[in-house]
Every structure is written in structure tokens, then in C-alpha cells.
């Protein structure tokens, strides 16, 4: 069939791009959140095809996969169809609840598709759905899927790598101010997007911090592999796919209990705890006992790959896209 779906989450849309439909991807002049088309650091295969909004009217699109409350507009004036009565649609929440500008406050965050029934919210955790107020819109939950970069964690270098986006206007959310206790446990590495400012809004030593901003995907999966253990400090947010990645890779994870973090990352995988005194103590101990690393890796692979594969993903969204456009 074909799906129309948009560019928001490059590694969620990565995964998804990887079954066996036609997927449709806006792009607009400038390439701006309406229509970024396709990626360009990640590899995504030739039936994932950039249309235009003007080229949208000639495709006898079968279903669109909403992201997005802006996205349900713009069905309406590139198509001229509405979502879920002329044209079968799911809205895929990535997002944990109470995140979004002007949202009521946590457990209360009603779902912004709430008073709808004919387009099934597609949460992306189980956190998520219980903490969201769904209203009377049909619920699920497809688990994220990764693209197995393979099992490549040597942990040659006794560093501990954090990957995150933008910490410096996230902050707390994120767990940026978390980085300065972690620096003084082990010399970190952080990767990600946005990182400029962040030495000096936290006070890091560049001695002790490196940043890595904006590397290509490729390149990022085989520098974490590189480092010796997987730390995730973040607060709030639905599961970062970075973190699943580096569990894929084979890395010991050390991690704030917090969100569905505590359901992905096993005891075998490493160490959770809302105590990140207790976390800095699990670095120390990974980054002098290289064993234990590497055992708390494969366990963090093998529960990665059996609960977040790629084909039991795939299978999910085939299973949901079949049921609305039936």
C-alpha cells in the first residue's frame, strides 16, 4: 500500500521505511517540518520516495501515518481529504505525555486526538499510554524497532558515552545537569545535536567532556562502540532510541529509572536507579572491570534484540495499517 507518512523522527521513520509498502515523505522548498523528505544521514531504501504536496494529489495514497496535530491540516489542504473518515489514518504519539508547549502537567495530559474515535493513537511505550488521558480514542502500543547495527562494542576506550539532543535548551528534561557528577566519575563523551553552549551552561571541564555535535549515524554507532559503557541520565522522555541502539551494539547500560527505561533495560543489561550516586559507582565499576562490561553488554544485546527487532516492528505496523484500511 501506499503510506504517506512525514520525516519527524529520522531514526523511528529509519526503521519504519524498512518494510515492504510504498512510503510517500512531503518535502517542501527549504525542506522544513512540513516536508523534509527524505533523510540524509541515515539509509533508507528507494521505496521511500520525496513527493511534493503538489505531486501528493496524483498518488492514490492508501493510509497516512500522523505525527503530528499540524499533519492532520495538512492532509486537509494538500489532499483535500479529512483523517480517519475519507482517508484511514493512526496518529503515532512518539512523545511522553505533558512535554508539548501549553500541555496539562503529568498524569493529566489529555492526548490532543482525545475526543476523536475514528483515528487510533499509536503510542510507542506502554508508559506512555497509561500516563496519557487518551479520552475515548482507540489505543495501542508498537514497541520501537531498530536496524541491528550489529553487535560492535569493543570498549577499547574507558570512557562513558551519553548521547542527547539539545541539551542546553532541554536541560533538566534531558538530564544535562546530571553531567557534571558523571564527569567526575569518568571521562565522558556526549554526542548528539544542539551541544553548543553546553560546557559553559554546566560548568564542564572540555578536559573531561568531549562533544561530538551532529555526527552521521554511521559514524556515531561505531565511536559509542568504541566507549566503555552506555550512560542514559534522561528524565523524561518515551525511551530513547539511542539508548536501544547502543544496547544493540552490545554496550552496559547505566541508566535513570525513569519512564519505560525500567521495562527495556533488563538487570542482566546493567545498572537503574533513580540514585545517581548509585549510577556513578556502576561507571566506575564498568570502566575498571572490563569483564563485566562486556557481559552486561551481551545481555543488553540479546534482550535489545528479542524485544526491539526490527521484524516484530514491522510486523506490528503491518498488523495496525491493515486493520484501519480494511
Given amino acids: ?21 510504498e512510503y510517500l515523505l512531503p518535502v517542501v522548498p527549504g525542506r522544513g517540518p512540513d516536508g523534509l523528505g527524505r533523510a540524509r544521514t541515515w539509509d533508507w531504501p528507494p521505496s521511500a520516495r520525496e513527493v511534493t504536496p503538489e505531486q501528493l494529489r496524483d498518488e492514490d495514497v492508501d493510509v497516512v501515518v500522523l505525527q503530528r496535530v499540524r499533519d492532520l491540516e495538512l492532509v486537509r489542504e494538500w489532499l483535500g481529504r479529512e483523517p480517519g473518515r475519507d482517508l484511514p489514518a493512526v496518529f503515532l504519539e512518539h512523545n511522553a505525555p505533558g512535554l508539548e508547549d501549553g500541555a496539562a502537567p503529568v498524569p493529566y495530559t489529555r492526548h490532543p486526538l482525545a475526543d476523536r474515535d475514528d483515528v487510533p ?13 487518551n479520552g475515548r480514542a482507540p489505543t495501542t502500543v508498537i514497541e520501537h524497532g531498530i536496524v541491528d547495527p550489529g553487535e560492535r562494542w569493543t570498549g577499547e576506550l574507558a570512557r562513558a558515552a551519553v548521547v542527547t539532543n539539545e541539551p542546553v535548551r532541554r536541560g533538566r528534561t534531558v538530564g544535562a545537569d546530571l553531567l557534571p557528577g558523571l564527569a567526575e566519575a569518568a571521562p565522558v563523551d556526549v554526542f548528539g545535536m544542539g551541544l553548543a553552549g553546553l560546557h559553559e551552561r554546566y560548568g564542564l571541564d572540555p578536559g573531561r567532556v568531549a562533544l561530538f555535535d551532529d555526527p552521521p549515524q554511521a559514524a556515531m554507532h561505531a565511536e559509542l562502540a568504541r566507549r566503555r559503557v552506555y550512560v542514559h541520565p534522561v528524565r ?22 525513569a519512564t519505560e527505561v ?10 537503574l536507579s533513580t540514585r545517581p550516586e ?43 495499517l491493515g486493520e484501519v484500511t480494511r
Avoid at 556502576?282 to 544485546?301: F, S
Wanted: charged content about 15%.
Fill in 278 to 320: 548509585v549510577l556513578w559507582d556502576a561507571v566506575r565499576t564498568y570502566l575498571h572491570d572490563e569483564d563485566a562490561a562486556r557481559l552486561a553488554g551481551k545481555a543488553a544485546r540479546a534482550a535489545a534484540l528479542e524485544r526491539y527487532g526490527l521484524p516484530r516492528f514491522l510486523s506490528d505496523w503491518d498488523r495496525l
Fill in 236 to 257: 523524561w522522555t518515551s525511551l530513547g532510541l539511542s539508548l536501544l541502539e547502543a544496547m544493540h551494539l552490545g554496550m552496559p547500560v547505566v541508566a535513570l529509572a
Fill in 1 to 21: 500500500m501506499k503510506v504517506l507518512v512525514w520525516h519527524v523522527h529520522g531514526s523511528w521513520t529509519t526503521a519504519f521505511v524498512q518494510g515492504g509498502h
Fill in 121 to 133: 493513537i499509536a503510542h510507542v511505550t506502554h508508559f506512555n499510554r497509561l500516563f496519557y488521558d
Fill in 262 to 271: 525500567v521495562e527495556a533495560v533488563p538487570a542482566s543489561a546493567g545498572v
